[in-house]
Each structure stands twice: as structure tokens, then as C-alpha cells.
């Protein structure tokens, strides 16, 4: 959590948090974190006690001032329209009391319950694509609030507002609120498959562990590992991406630990790798899996020492890293296969997620997803909002989305970039129907996905269909699919 420095004035920490607060909302946070460093540093910058953010939740039609599922709904939870924040959300008129306990609207409940006591307060609407998302509101600065606080808070509410349309917080713009759609921001999904999921995210979150995720292609597993990464304590220092399914195989070393001048032909200058560049951050092996054999000892060394040289040096380097890694390969066979080191996916599996696929998380998900992605891909390509017929909404459901939520990213994109009304039909999803996993066996006319067969066919079947529909273009059918050409031609090879 960021901390103002004491010799800053009022102005400086004031524009502070307005120049800060982009930043605070684009990371994959967890959003009770997200919403109580929020509170304390407005708190801060108004030099008052306490603030809190409090949001409508579109689905209640409550306030709110923490977002988790498992709460105590007495202590964090207000009917619109009861207190001075209730007044707030239902009116949309802000107010500044010097003495609460004068106001025939003041609700003694809180303080009654908590042993807090309220004497001033200023509160704010928070307005935002076209409709009242929740109420910021402050509480008992010595001496009030002047007329400059209540410019600024206003100033800060309008900022949020924006900021919301670009979380997952986002709401819809036909009714107030927000939509509360999973427990961290960017992370959609409030199945139970997920919320197994945020509860070891945030426990690994808390140490220094190395993590290795595991899920289909598209599952969002370099959106988990950025979630680790900013909910932890390093969440100030790099998080460096390596996508090792693009390295080649030559060059994985000097990637990885750098290399000094001289150290191979067209090496002029000294080069840093990337677990230099993530010092004192997270370094997260997207596809670890890919890493040639012959070079998975010089990683397990740097894995098990946090130790290494550079290629071509002889100096040993010390790193402060966390490792977190990602697969959507079987590692134990791979490992009883002879492709992959047994003493290294030890090291990497201390704690191991399991990223469910989207057709596990059930119809509330794939629709949670799909209305989130029509949301971003509104505004993104400056289309009117949309909606879902009936029989799109049935096709989304139906669908097995073995592509998971990247193949259901690029099939909302399309539906709003080609749509031409504000209803999404099922034509316009272009689903193929052709990759329905056929029963036992059968045949059907298209991909034949029969429920025996394992992930890597799948993918392989998945990926050379993509290839035929591009008309033989590899290029065009990676782009399809939302992966690089380097790992296309691995699936085409199985």
C-alpha cells in the first residue's frame, strides 16, 4: 500500500492520488485491497479520520463498501435511500455536515454497532457511464470540511466513475450499480470452480513461494500470475513476462541470465536477462513446458540458489525473485516420458493451481465473461451497448469453447466489430458448430472431438482445423486462435 511522505503538502498529496488512481485500478488486485487503499489514502489527502468508497451492487440494488461474497452483509452492506450515503446514491446530491447528529437523515446503526463515532461528514456521488455506481464518503476532519474539500472530492468521485468503466466493476449503463462479477479486478467469474481458485491465489499471494499454474490454452493463467504478483509484496518491483514457447532454442540461456560482450558471435555488448530485470519482482515462464531438456539444469540451479551466471561470465549473481510458472502441458508425463526433469517439477510445483476451462465454470461465468467482453469491446471499437438475444445467450451456454475465455474473447470482439444493431444474435457469434465434441466416438461433418481423446489432441485436432478454415495460412489461423506462429506449428506437430 502506498504511503504519503510527510513533508507533502495538502496540494501535492492531492494530486497525488488523482495522478495515482489510473494506476490503482489497472492492476489484477484484489478488490477489497483495491477498495481499502483507496479509503485510507483519500482519507489521507482530506486530512480527515476515515473514507470509504461505498458501491451500488447492480444485482441488489445495495451499498456496499467491500465487494467479497463472504461478509458479514450487517456490517458492510446499506439499503439506498437510509443514512446520509444511502441519500447520496438515491438523489445524487452530495453533502457536507459539520454536525451529522443534526440531520434528520443520520443513521446511528454503524456507529451503534461499531463504537465508532461519526461527528462530521462529506459525501459524493460516484456517476459513470451513464448511470450512479456508489457514494464517497469522509468522515470527521478537524476543524470540517471547506469548500475546497468539497470540490475535490467532487473532482475525485467524477475520476472514479471513469475509472470504473475500465474494471470489471464495470456496471451496467441502463441501471445503476456495478456488477460485481469476481473477487479480484480483471478477473471475471464467481463460480465455485473460481472462487477454489481466488482462495489459493490470495494464500500463495502471501509468501514468496513459487507457483505453477496449469490449465487449458486460454484458460487466463498470465492473468493469475499478474493477480499473484500485484497482491503480494512485491507489487512495486517488475513483473517480467517470458513467453518461452517464443525463445529459440539457442538463445533460451542468454534470455534468461544475459550474456557478456564477446560471448558468442553478435555479442557487442553486455545484455541483462530477464531474471536480472525482475529483481525484487516476480518473473513469471509462461509455458514452461517448452524449455528445451538440455537446458532445464542451468533453470533448476537458478530455481533451487536463486544463483547464476551470465553466458560467457564468470561472475555468480545473486537474484531476489519469485517464480511463477505456466502450463498447459501434462508435466508428471512428460516427466515419465523423459521430456521434462523430474527434479525440476518438484521445484516448480510447491504450490500448484489448477485453472479450470470455461466449459467447468458453468453458464453464469460464460455469460458474466461474454458481458464483460461486449463492455470493453463497445467502448474499445466506439459502438453503441449491446445486448444478447435469447438464442445467443443459448448458443454461449452451449458452446464447449474448447479456446476457453480467449476463444470466447474473439468471439464477442467480432460480434461487435461486424454487428450492425444493438441485439448480438447467435449468427453473429460465428461459433463454429463444427467443434462439438462428437459422443462416443461419432463422426460429424467438420473436427471430430470424441470425449476419449486427450488435451494435446485436442489441440492439435483444435489447431489444424484453424489452419484448414485460414485456407493453409498459418499466420492467419495464429491469429485466430490468439497465439504466436511458434506455437501453432508445436500444437500442428502434437
Same mark, same amino acid.
Given at each position: 500500500?502506498?504511503?504519503?511522505?510527510?513533508?507533502?503538502?495538502?496540494?501535492?498529496?492531492?494530486?497525488?492520488?488523482?495522478?495515482?488512481?489510473?494506476?490503482?485500478?489497472?492492476?489484477?488486485?484484489?478488490?477489497?485491497?483495491?477498495?481499502?487503499?483507496?479509503?485510507?489514502?483519500?482519507?489521507?489527502?482530506?486530512?480527515?479520520?476515515?473514507?470509504?468508497?461505498?458501491?451500488?451492487?447492480?444485482?441488489?440494488?445495495?451499498?456496499?463498501?467491500?465487494?467479497?461474497?463472504?461478509?458479514?452483509?450487517?456490517?458492510?452492506?446499506?439499503?439506498?435511500?437510509?443514512?446520509?450515503?444511502?441519500?447520496?446514491?438515491?438523489? %445524487?446530491?452530495?453533502?457536507?455536515?459539520?454536525?451529522?447528529?443534526?440531520?434528520?437523515?443520520?443513521?446511528?446503526?454503524?456507529?451503534?454497532?461499531?463504537?465508532?463515532?461519526?461527528?462530521?461528514?462529506?459525501?459524493?456521488?460516484?456517476?459513470?457511464?451513464?448511470?450512479?455506481?456508489?457514494?464517497?464518503?469522509?468522515?470527521?476532519?478537524?476543524? %470540517?470540511?471547506?469548500?475546497?474539500?468539497?470540490?475535490?472530492?467532487?473532482?475525485?468521485?467524477?475520476?472514479?466513475?471513469?475509472?470504473?468503466?475500465?474494471?470489471?466493476?464495470?456496471?451496467?449503463?441502463?441501471?445503476?450499480?456495478?456488477?460485481?462479477?469476481?473477487?479480484?479486478?480483471?478477473?471475471?467469474?464467481?463460480?465455485?470452480?473460481?472462487?477454489?481458485?481466488?482462495?489459493?491465489?490470495?494464500?500463495?499471494?502471501?509468501?514468496?513461494?513459487?507457483?505453477?499454474?496449469?490449465?487449458?490454452?486460454?484458460?487466463?493463467?498470465?492473468?493469475?500470475?499478474?493477480?499473484?504478483?500485484?497482491?503480494?509484496?512485491?507489487?512495486?518491483?517488475?513483473?517480467?513476462?517470458?513467453?518461452?514457447?517464443?525463445?529459440?532454442?539457442?538463445?533460451?540461456?542468454?534470455?534468461?541470465?544475459?550474456?557478456?560482450?564477446?560471448?558468442?558471435?553478435?555479442?557487442?555488448?553486455?545484455?541483462?536477462?530477464?531474471?536480472?530485470?525482475?529483481?525484487?519482482?516476480?518473473?513469471?515462464?509462461?509455458?514452461?513446458?517448452?524449455?528445451?531438456?538440455?537446458?532445464?539444469?542451468?533453470?533448476?540451479?537458478?530455481?533451487?540458489?536463486?544463483?547464476?551466471?551470465?553466458?560467457?561470465?564468470?561472475?555468480?549473481?545473486?537474484?531476489?525473485?519469485?517464480?511463477?510458472?505456466?502450463?498447459?502441458?501434462?508435466?508428471?508425463?512428460?516427466?515419465?516420458?523423459?521430456?521434462?526433469?523430474?527434479?525440476?517439477?518438484?521445484?516448480?510445483?510447491?504450490?500448484?493451481?489448477?485453472?479450470?476451462?470455461?466449459?467447468?465454470?458453468?453458464?453464469?461465468?460464460?455469460?458474466?465473461?461474454?458481458?464483460?467482453?461486449?463492455?470493453?469491446?463497445?467502448?474499445?471499437?466506439?459502438?453503441?451497448?449491446?445486448?444478447?438475444?435469447?438464442?445467443?445467450?443459448?448458443?454461449?451456454?452451449?458452446?464447449?469453447?474448447?479456446?476457453?475465455?480467449?476463444?470466447?474473447?474473439?468471439?464477442?470482439?467480432?460480434?461487435?466489430?461486424?454487428?450492425?444493431?444493438?441485439?448480438?444474435?447467435?449468427?453473429?457469434?460465428?461459433?463454429?458448430?463444427?467443434?462439438?465434441?462428437?459422443?462416443?466416438?461419432?463422426?460429424?461433418?467438420?473436427?471430430?472431438?470424441?470425449?476419449?481423446?486427450?488435451?494435446?489432441?485436442?489441440?492439435?485436432?483444435?489447431?489444424?482445423?484453424?489452419?484448414?478454415?485460414?485456407?493453409?495460412?498459418?499466420?492467419?489461423?495464429?491469429?485466430?486462435?490468439?497465439?504466436?506462429?511458434?506455437?501453432?506449428?508445436?500444437?500442428?506437430?502434437?
Amino acid at each position: 500500500m502506498l504511503a504519503f511522505p510527510s513533508q507533502m503538502s495538502d496540494d501535492e498529496r492531492r494530486f497525488e492520488l488523482l495522478a495515482d488512481l489510473g494506476a490503482m485500478i489497472a492492476r489484477e488486485v484484489e478488490l477489497d485491497e483495491l477498495l481499502a487503499s483507496f479509503a485510507e489514502r483519500v482519507a489521507r489527502a482530506v486530512g480527515a479520520d476515515r473514507a470509504s468508497l461505498w458501491l451500488i451492487d447492480g444485482a441488489s440494488g445495495e451499498l456496499r463498501a467491500r465487494v467479497a461474497d463472504q461478509v458479514d452483509p450487517d456490517d458492510l452492506r446499506l439499503p439506498v435511500g437510509r443514512g446520509i450515503a444511502g441519500h447520496v446514491a438515491r438523489t %445524487g446530491e452530495a453533502v457536507a455536515l459539520a454536525d451529522v447528529t443534526a440531520d434528520p437523515r443520520w443513521s446511528r446503526d454503524f456507529d451503534e454497532r461499531t463504537g465508532y463515532r461519526t461527528r462530521s461528514m462529506l459525501c459524493a456521488p460516484v456517476e459513470g457511464g451513464g448511470g450512479r455506481r456508489g457514494v464517497i464518503q469522509v468522515l470527521n476532519k478537524p476543524g %470540517g470540511f471547506s469548500a475546497r474539500d468539497q470540490v475535490f472530492v467532487a473532482a475525485l468521485a467524477e475520476q472514479i466513475g471513469r475509472a470504473l468503466e475500465y474494471t470489471s466493476l464495470r456496471g451496467d449503463r441502463e441501471r445503476p450499480g456495478v456488477a460485481v462479477r469476481g473477487r479480484f479486478n480483471h478477473v471475471v467469474g464467481r463460480s465455485p470452480a473460481m472462487q477454489a481458485v481466488y482462495d489459493v491465489i490470495v494464500s500463495a499471494a502471501q509468501t514468496d513461494a513459487t507457483v505453477l499454474l496449469h490449465g487449458e490454452t486460454g484458460t487466463g493463467k498470465g492473468l493469475f500470475a499478474r493477480a499473484i504478483h500485484v497482491n503480494s509484496e512485491r507489487r512495486d518491483a517488475p513483473f517480467v513476462h517470458v513467453d518461452c514457447t517464443t525463445l529459440p532454442a539457442n538463445l533460451v540461456e542468454s534470455e534468461l541470465f544475459g550474456h557478456e560482450r564477446g560471448a558468442f558471435t553478435g555479442a557487442d555488448a553486455r545484455v541483462i536477462g530477464k531474471v536480472e530485470a525482475a529483481a525484487g519482482g516476480t518473473l513469471f515462464l509462461d509455458e514452461l513446458g517448452e524449455i528445451p531438456l538440455e537446458l532445464q539444469g542451468k533453470l533448476l540451479r537458478w530455481v533451487q540458489e536463486r544463483r547464476f551466471e551470465r553466458v560467457g561470465g564468470r561472475e555468480t549473481i545473486d537474484s531476489d525473485v519469485r517464480l511463477v510458472a505456466a502450463t498447459n502441458r501434462d508435466l508428471a508425463a512428460m516427466v515419465k516420458a523423459g521430456g521434462f526433469r523430474s527434479d525440476l517439477y518438484f521445484r516448480v510445483r510447491v504450490v500448484e493451481i489448477e485453472l479450470p476451462p470455461l466449459r467447468a465454470r458453468g453458464d453464469g461465468d460464460i455469460l458474466g465473461l461474454a458481458e464483460h467482453f461486449v463492455g470493453v469491446y463497445c467502448r474499445r471499437h466506439r459502438k453503441a451497448a449491446s445486448t444478447f438475444s435469447d438464442a445467443a445467450r443459448a448458443a454461449l451456454c452451449a458452446h464447449p469453447w474448447p479456446g476457453n475465455v480467449r476463444e470466447l474473447e474473439h468471439a464477442i470482439e467480432r460480434a461487435i466489430v461486424l454487428g450492425r444493431g444493438l441485439v448480438i444474435d447467435d449468427r453473429a457469434l460465428g461459433l463454429d458448430r463444427d467443434l462439438v465434441p462428437a459422443a462416443d466416438g461419432a463422426t460429424a461433418e467438420g473436427v471430430v472431438l470424441p470425449h476419449d481423446l486427450s488435451l494435446d489432441d485436442i489441440e492439435r485436432r483444435y489447431a489444424t482445423a484453424a489452419v484448414e478454415r485460414a485456407g493453409g495460412n498459418q499466420s492467419a489461423a495464429a491469429r485466430t486462435l490468439g497465439i504466436s506462429r511458434n506455437k501453432l506449428a508445436r500444437l500442428l506437430r502434437g
